[in-house]
């Protein structure tokens, strides 16, 4: 047959699915494969190539998509009887398409491989919270079973009423002004100094990092970042078009000695650092290091971002202050956000920064969104007015803690099965290394089949080389009853990895004694 002979052109930057797909086209539009003629099914051709099934499968769904192929029940896959009236670059929308059959864009050649190379989408991994089938270990959002949602409807009911017509009006640019004064307050317990004119409210971290960067940074800016560093970060610095420089992370956090080379060597136009129980790893930076940051930032004129999301959640030893408390330029732009600590749904961030990016960030607001939610600016206010806030603060450190020693307890007696990991001081995530040999992308696919989600390690690296033997896992959201399972089910695909592992082993020893 010929594909026995198939030899894919190695070009290592494209799929593999992509080069399956292009060789294939190749050969219908040579006429080496006539119309009406069969091609081998998913499982024969990823056996024939040594690839997965999932490999071919997404190359024959690019076939049918440029309509080059069908498959029908009972028969399987054949090149199309027609002769195909588009090229390529016609349908990747190069050149003008003919005239004659109107035709659906094809989807998966526009979208970027990045956005559709997981079985698993991020949709499935962060978004099912409530679903009694899928354990949701995935993402760091604040569980509805920690505030108290009878005290929540009361203090709504009692803003309706006292506000009047006002709730129906849209808030000032730059935030509600009575949040902005009780967030001055809120920042004098951190160390941080601020005026109400320095303060820009907006709904989360990531769109305040979209308007930070569409603020600041042009096509071909350089950046620099930790690695591995959230998704959410990374992608915002890409999406402006800049190029993004990285440093290791160690227990201490960013690594200051690479990050003064770095700034010397490529004035960067922006510095990324996530502060407090760095996500994914858990990491705090140092007191020195946060120093150290400050006096490079300041010696090279640099802009420093640091995103403070987690800094209330310490568990174990002191509290540090921000980067931001020690700034008496005003070259850190510090971000905070309430998203791990009060509900989700009416959750903010707020930026705090130097008067001029404030009134850059408020220019913003109408352009992408017309006005920061009403509700939540309201409701998160009176919280800090009369110390409910402080108050709840309490309650998620003590739930957080409870549950984070349940997973470390757990993590522990999974030791002997490969796993490893550090517990960080606080936060909500734990980083951990799979067995050796176990890929995080495929594990998390298995775990989810399981009914449990997660996140693989490689998702927190920009240039995607590295993480593929870590996976992350969050606990804020869950029951504690809910993560037991979840480590269970965990446990259990542990187990089948060391017993395949186990036999991987027994098969090459016997064939090694064969010779």
Known sequence: ??????????????????????????????????????????????????????????????????????????????????????????????????EGKHKKVNWKARIKDEYQDMEVTFDDLFQRFGDKNVISMGSGIASPGIYDRENIARVLSSLISEEGRTQYFYSPYKGDRMLRQKIVSLLSTKGVRATTGQIQILTETNQALD???????????????????????????????ARI?????????????????????HDPSLIFVNSS??????????????KKVLEIASRWRIP??????ASELVYEGEKLPPIKAFDTEGNVIYIYSFSLTFVPGLSLAFVVAD??????????VPVRMMSVDWVAQKLIARYLDDGTY?????????????????????????????IRYQKPRGGVYIWCRLPDGVDSKSFINDAYKSGLALLPGYVFYPFKNGGRDHIRINYSFETEERLDEGLHILRELLEKELKKSTGTQKTEQAGTSKI
């Open 277 to 290: 129980f760095h996500d994914p790893t858990g990491a705090i930076l140092s007191l020195e290091r946060r």
């Open 390 to 418: 402080y108050e709840l603060l309490d309650v998620f450190r003590e739930n957080y803690a409870r549950k984070q020693e349940l997973i470390c307890r757990a993590l522990d007696e999974m030791k002997p099965l490969g």
């Open 1 to 98: 047959m010929r594909v026995n002979r198939m030899k894919m052109k190695q070009t290592p930057k494209t799929p593999v699915y992509r080069r399956l797909s292009d060789q294939i086209k190749a050969e219908i539009l040579s006429g080496k494969r006539a119309p009406g003629s069969s091609l081998p099914s998913e499982r024969s051709m990823a056996q024939i190539l040594g690839v997965h099934r999932n490999t071919v499968a997404k190359a024959y769904n690019e076939l049918k998509a440029e309509e080059l192929i069908d498959s029908r029940q009972g028969v399987g896959y054949l090149v199309h009887a027609a002769e195909p009236k588009t090229t390529k670059n016609e349908i990747r929308g190069k050149i003008s398409p003919k």
């Open 355 to 364: 008067k001029e990016v404030i009134q850059g960030l408020s220019y913003l």
């Open 245 to 265: 420089m990285t440093i290791p992370v160690d227990r201490d956090g960013m690594d200051t000695e690479a990050l003064e080379r770095l700034a010397a060597a």
């Open 304 to 309: 420093v971002v640091e995103e403070d999301a």
């Open 211 to 241: 308007f930070i960067v569409t603020l600041l940074l042009k096509p071909g800016d350089t950046v620099i970042m930790e690695e591995p560093v959230s998704p959410d970060a990374y992608r915002a610095m890409e999406l402006a078009g």
